[in-house]
């Protein structure tokens, strides 16, 4: 992946393709660590003898935490150098993962998962502040929607890595190794990378609603597309938790097999899908930074509701393309939170958003997906993922008459 490049000044642009670079990799090690276990959740079932529940549970422990440590970051992110409480974040999410390996219990898996949130929460809050304290308004669709293919990347390399290496040496060994590099990565951030001025390449101009906190609960740009992206996350939360499991079930494939496709699939439509997204949002006008999500989440249900309840013949090809029309809201919908907030605020509007979002989104789906399908099967579990894309339409086709609004309050 090249870093986009910033226009003005040699040292500037250095800056920009250190940032990118070592935020790049960072992420993709947060993703792929988070999509670990879905690639090996059969091997962990087997071993702990638990139902669907209670394996969806570990992915609720992460978000859980995830989202509860949110606010206290982001007050901390726009008050203090981010550098080291950025680095420390990876650190801790690396630690526990490496620690993995003394896992033997679904109690220690349970606080592991937990434990990694903390690290994740502030590592997700911080970095696309940072990246947008680099570049302006008109370039964060572009820089954002390359920033954001680490996650497809990053949950391939987690489904093929945790099937094929916990098919072959246990379920452990995925997360031991997964450990390491971002270890190196952080200590090569707290090496090279100087800290940003916050807002520092804001051009828009300041208002109550984009600066105030009190001011952020009016700013309806920032809601409805934070809300909407709530949708969006428990449809995009429980669908990839559990679709190496669904493969396996519905059409027999082992769990190495269901791996390798699950990551394959997520890689090219996550790829494709974010920079395409990205692509077409930066060539319109800002409302279609929440119609290109909107579309994306109204295109996605008919391809789902097929691989959930079609034809056996129709399920991977229905999968490959629901899930690369839904990643057409990448880009986009990332880059209208960031542009509803000035700089001086955005670790704090950052971080609400991920409150909500995982509180509303895969903070339960795991979890309630895996409820449903205890009581009845998988499939039905996945299509309450049908009913949230359409939330999700209807509140993003809304925000959309709000763009630029938050600008001039």
């Known amino acids: ?40 959740q059969t091997l962990v079932q087997r071993e702990f003898l638990i139902n669907d529940a209670q394996l969806g ?9 995830y989202m509860l440590a949110a606010p206290m970051t982001g007050w901390l992110g726009d008050r203090f150098r981010r550098k080291p409480l950025l680095v420390g974040a990876v650190l801790l999410w690396s630690v526990a993962t490496l620690m993995t390996a003394w896992v033997h219990s679904y109690a220690a898996m349970y606080f592991r998962h937990a434990v990694v949130g ?30 954001y293919v680490a996650i497809p990347l990053g949950g391939a390399l987690g489904y093929a890595g945790g099937g094929v290496l916990g098919g072959l040496y246990g379920w452990r060994m995925p997360f031991m190794i997964a450990a ?10 707290a090496l090279f990378m100087p800290e940003p001025i916050r807002g520092g390449a804001d051009t828009i101009a300041p208002s109550f609603v984009r600066t105030k906190f009190i001011g952020l609960f009016r700013n309806a740009a920032f809601w409805y597309a934070t809300l ?25 494939y082992s769990v190495g097999t269901a791996g390798l496709l699950s990551g394959g699939i997520t890689a090219f439509d996550g ?54 029309v839904l990643f057409l809201h990448n880009g986009p919908l990332n880059t209208a939170i960031v542009n509803s907030i000035a700089g001086g605020m955005r670790s ?62």
């Open 228 to 252: 909407g992206m709530a949708m969006l996350v428990f449809s995009m939360g429980g669908i990839s938790t559990w679709l190496p499991t669904f493969l396996e079930r519905r059409a027999g």
């Open 271 to 324: 790829i494709v899908g974010t920079l395409l997204g990205g692509w077409i949002a930066s060539r319109l006008a800002p409302k279609y930074l929440y119609r290109i999500p909107a579309l994306a989440a109204l295109g996605t249900i008919p391809l789902a509701a097929i691989a959930f309840f079609g034809p056996t013949y129709l399920l991977l090809p229905a999968i490959f393309l629901a899930i690369l």
């Open 348 to 409: 704090t509007a950052i971080a609400v958003n991920l409150f909500i979002i995982h509180a509303l989104g895969d903070a339960i789906s795991p979890w309630f997906i895996g409820f449903i399908s205890d009581r009845s099967n998988l499939a039905t579990g996945l299509a309450a993922t049908l009913v949230t894309l359409l939330i999700a339409s209807i509140l993003l086709m809304l925000g959309s008459r709000h763009i630029g609004r938050a600008n001039a309050s």
């Open 118 to 147: 903390i690290g994740e929460a502030t590592f997700g809050i911080f970095a696309p502040a940072i990246l947008c304290d680099l570049v302006p308004e008109q370039a964060r669709t572009r820089i954002l929607s390359a920033f």
């Open 180 to 189: 390491v590099p971002g270890i190196l990565i952080a200590i090569l951030y």
């Open 57 to 65: 549970a570990l992915t609720n422990a992460f978000f859980i935490t």
């Open 1 to 40: 992946m090249v870093a986009p490049t910033l226009s003005g000044s040699r040292a500037g642009k250095r800056t920009l393709r250190i940032a990118f670079t070592l935020l790049f990799l960072l992420n993709l090690l947060n993703y792929a660590d988070r999509y670990l276990l879905p690639g090996v």
